[in-house]
């Protein structure tokens, strides 16, 4: 089992920045790919970002790239999603999930889930 808390979210202007964290408890963390997703009223759950066990393979959602960035630090078993430029339409609840090992973007893939951190981007 892994066990995901999410972090650092909250109300933002247009333009702004973020940095949401997500701390990870039980099995080995640096086997496990994270990804952060987000879901905004009546959408569904969308992958954002995400990394694999190694950090040697990231996956950016073309509405993120250039403005947020995925980084993992596993001697403190969190991953972190810096989120700069924010947007009116980046305002979502952003959820932390966790595979085995490699990159994947469908929510099936993945195993474990945290609570979600709510971002609101306000214009």
């Known amino acids: 089992q892994v066990q995901l808390v999410e972090s650092g979210g909250g109300l933002v202007q247009a333009g702004g920045s973020l940095r949401l964290s997500c701390a990870a408890s039980?099995?080995?963390?640096?086997?496990?790919?994270l990804g952060w997703f987000r879901q905004a009223p009546g959408k569904e759950r969308e992958c954002v970002v995400a990394i694999s066990w190694s950090g040697g393979t990231t996956y950016y959602a073309d509405s993120v790239k250039g403005r947020f960035a995925i980084s993992r630090d596993n001697a403190k078993n969190t991953v972190y999603l810096q989120m700069n430029s924010l947007k009116p339409e980046d305002t979502a609840l952003y959820y932390c999930?966790?595979?085995?090992?490699?990159?994947?973007?469908?929510?099936?893939?993945?195993?474990?889930w945290g609570q979600g951190t709510q971002v609101t981007v306000s214009s």
């Open positions: 039980g099995r080995t963390f640096s086997s496990y790919a």
């Open positions: 999930a966790a595979r085995f090992r490699t990159v994947a973007t469908a929510t099936r893939a993945y195993d474990y």
